[in-house]
């Protein structure tokens, strides 16, 4: 289980949705437990045993990831010809978001994707284009041919 958890990597957010899956192990447990009733009645009380110990190793290697790899967001702003917009890198899950500030109350979302590290720098994909972010620097944006200095939001 600590496996497959490491491998995914679960999202924050998706960890409501994972009680489903605890549930599936335990009722899984549960009926094997019936079956074996059947067949052997003496490995009933192992499977009972079996059922709740797999639901709490499950809660604890998912709640440890989660605890252990927090959600974390950094925002960049910067300009082009009087356009103002702002880079969104998030961590954990590992996307980011660029978005055009129209006004103050509306934004417009230009492109969001995935991110990964590329040596020291980070390469930016979606699926209009491939950007890389280094330095506070913005290469390959599609609105502008030349990097664009990046000012990060405290």
Known sequence: MKYWISNIKPDPFMSVGVESYRLEIFGANILIGIIVFFIRKRLLILFFINSIICYWIFSFFWNSWIENHPYSSTEYSFQIENRKFVLGIDRNPNTFGIEEIISESKDTLITIGM????????????????????NYKLNGFS?????IELNKIE
């Not at 609105?143 to 990097?147: D, H, K, L, Q």
């Open 115 to 134: 991110h990964e590290k590329v040596g020291d720098s980070l390469k930016l994909t979606s699926m209009q284009e491939t950007m890389y972010f280094h």
């Open 143 to 147: 609105i502008s041919p030349n990097a």
